[in-house]
Structures are given as structure tokens and as C-alpha cells.
């Protein structure tokens, strides 16, 4: 009822689920995965913006994440629910504006982990090019990889225009 239905949109309904979609995960480890990167990453594009225009950049990603999806399954009537969209909108201004900012990553090697810190451009560009590569393919996995797309290629296009604090520098930017 409030999942983005790519069938019920292209049939010119149900345009409400382009927003409240963003706001319903489909379970407690979709919800904690998202909150993560939004913890990680949205702080310092909020910082950027402030508050109110990062909430529009963050919308309006989401809704660009939305019509990507559609575009990818106009006949789908599969649910797509989820805030992966719009943060990674997120991640495509973060990569714009702080793209040597370090990220303590977890690297696994089978069962061995390196704990590192990564340059945000080598960390957010493997990760998309993850979601592009899996979005190609066309696996049925139950993730929304041309939203990601679509939702990153906005925050790309608007991070600039959402970024106007001049003086800024996050503790970790280099």
C-alpha cells in the first residue's frame, strides 16, 4: 500500500509512494544497514546543506532513485521499500565533496578481517561499481540496484548546488 509499485505508477497512481516508500524498510536489518551509512555519511553532507536543504537533497534523491527503479521494471508489481535510494544519494555528494575523507573499513578475507582506513573515492566507488555491475546482470535478489544507481547519479548533479557552507572541514577530510 505504500511501497513504490513501478505497475501502479506507470498506470498514473499511487505517486504518494514515491515518499513514503523511502520511509518503510522490510525488516530490522534493512532498517540498521541504511541508518548505518546515513550515520556514517550524512552528517557531514548535513553539515554542508543544513537542515533544511538537506532534507530536500535527501527527498529529492530518493524520488530520482524512484524513477530510475521504474524505468529499470515499468511493468513490475513488486514493492520497492527502503531508503538506500536516497542515502545513496548521500554517498554521491560525499564522494564529490570529501573524496580523500578516510573510512574505517572492515576488509574481509574469508575468515581473516583487516580493520584499514580507505580514501572515500577508492571505498564509494567499489561500492558502486558493485551496485552497477549486480544492476547489469539483472539478478532477482530483492535489492532495488538501479535505485542505488539513480539515487547516486542525483547526489552526484545536486550535492553542489546543496553545498554552500564555505569554511567547513570534517576532522577527517585530508
Not at 89 to 102: D, N, T
Not at 137 to 146: H, K, M, N, Q, S
Request: glycine residues 12%.
Amino acid at each position: 500500500m505504500y511501497g513504490l509499485i513501478p505497475a501502479k505508477v506507470t498506470a498514473r497512481e499511487g505517486y504518494l509512494t514515491f515518499l513514503t516508500s523511502m520511509f518503510l524498510h522490510g525488516g530490522l536489518l534493512h532498517l540498521g544497514g541504511n541508518m548505518l551509512y546515513l550515520y556514517i555519511f550524512g552528517d557531514n553532507i548535513e553539515d554542508m546543506c543544513g537542515h533544511v536543504s538537506y532534507l530536500t537533497f535527501y527527498v529529492l534523491c530518493g524520488i530520482f532513485a524512484s524513477i530510475l527503479q521504474i524505468l529499470s521494471a515499468l511493468n513490475s508489481n513488486t514493492p520497492a521499500v527502503g531508503a538506500s535510494g536516497a542515502i545513496s544519494g548521500v554517498l554521491g555528494a560525499y564522494v564529490l565533496l570529501f573524496p580523500k575523507a578516510k573510512i574505517l573499513t572492515a576488509i574481509y578475507f574469508g575468515f581473516l578481517i583487516r580493520i584499514l582506513y580507505l580514501p572515500a573515492y577508492v571505498l564509494i566507488g567499489l561500492w558502486f561499481l558493485y551496485q552497477f555491475i549486480l544492476a547489469l546482470i539483472g539478478l532477482e535478489t530483492g535489492v532495488a540496484y538501479w535505485a542505488h544507481i539513480g539515487g547516486f547519479a542525483a547526489g552526484l548533479v545536486l550535492a553542489k548546488t546543496c553545498a554552500r557552507r564555505k569554511h567547513y572541514h570534517p576532522l577527517h577530510e585530508s
